[in-house]
T-cell receptor, first 111, second 113 residues
Framework: SQQGEEDPQALSIQEGENATMNCSYKTSINNLQWYRQNSGRGLVHLILIRSNEREKHSGRLRVTLDTSKKSSSLLITASRAADTASYFCATPNSGNTPLVFGKGTRLSVIA | NAGVTQTPKFQVLKTGQSMTLQCAQDMNHEYMSWYRQDPGMGLRLIHYSVGAGITDQGEVPNGYNVSRSTTEDFPLRLLSAAPSQTSVYFC????????????FGAGTRLSVL
């Protein structure tokens, strides 16, 4: 099965800085999703970008998708301590099988 | 709406014991799935269901059974618990197809001694 791989594995920044996380995947997709997981909690959906979209915004989040490079990036602008969490990209698998998640990027925002 | 509800939140088992992790959703979602999350491993798919009466295996199905008798419930059964099954278990659901947005429960943290 294909799998999104996030990079970096861990990221530590100061409050107010921007955080960028990348995701690479292996085969053609029709959408790519980003999820967030706070420590000890379940995953929460952040944003879905379709294969015919190049960029999508949601509040302080900006997601880009480059299908030619099979990669996506998640940018969090003006980060806050509350953004501290793990971020996962997820891609559909073949047929009607569940999403495949990467191992995540652990983001720490220091106040 | 409560969304996806998982019970219990925490459980400690002894090797060889059996138990059922409960998952219920009130969004009338056809699609439900179980993942386990281990440190450094991301989420790995155990079993999934595309609707009542239909289940299929994921990446790591051994040692687990599922059934889907109703749209709302998707329990995960550990037949004979092993220390390797110590993990955090997440249930997720989505409307219609697996490519749609997944809604996750809060997880069950299981320790097998």
């Amino acid at each position: 099965s294909q799998q999104g791989e996030e990079d970096p594995q861990a990221l530590s920044i100061q409050e107010g800085e921007n955080a960028t996380m990348n995701c690479s995947y292996k085969t053609s997709i029709n959408n790519l999703q980003w999820y967030r997981q706070n420590s000890g909690r379940g995953l929460v959906h952040l944003i879905l970008i379709r294969s015919n979209e190049r960029e999508k915004h949601s509040g302080r989040l900006r997601v880009t998708l480059d299908t030619s490079k099979k990669s996506s990036s998640l940018l969090i602008t003006a980060s806050r301590a509350a953004d501290t969490a793990s971020y996962f990209c997820a891609t559909p698998n073949s047929g009607n099988t569940p999403l495949v998640f990467g191992k995540g990027t652990r983001l720490s925002v220091i106040a | 709406n409560a969304g996806v509800t998982q019970t219990p939140k925490f459980q400690v088992l002894k090797t060889g014991q059996s138990m059922t992790l409960q998952c219920a959703q009130d969004m009338n979602h056809e699609y439900m799935s179980w993942y386990r999350q281990d440190p450094g491993m991301g989420l790995r798919l155990i079993h999934y269901s595309v609707g009542a009466g239909i289940t299929d295996q994921g990446e790591v199905p051994n040692g687990y059974n599922v059934s889907r008798s109703t749209t709302e419930d998707f329990p995960l059964r550990l037949l004979s618990a092993a220390p390797s099954q110590t993990s955090v278990y997440f249930c997720a659901s989505s409307r219609g197809h697996s490519k749609n947005i997944q809604y996750f429960g809060a997880g069950t943290r299981l320790s097998v001694l």
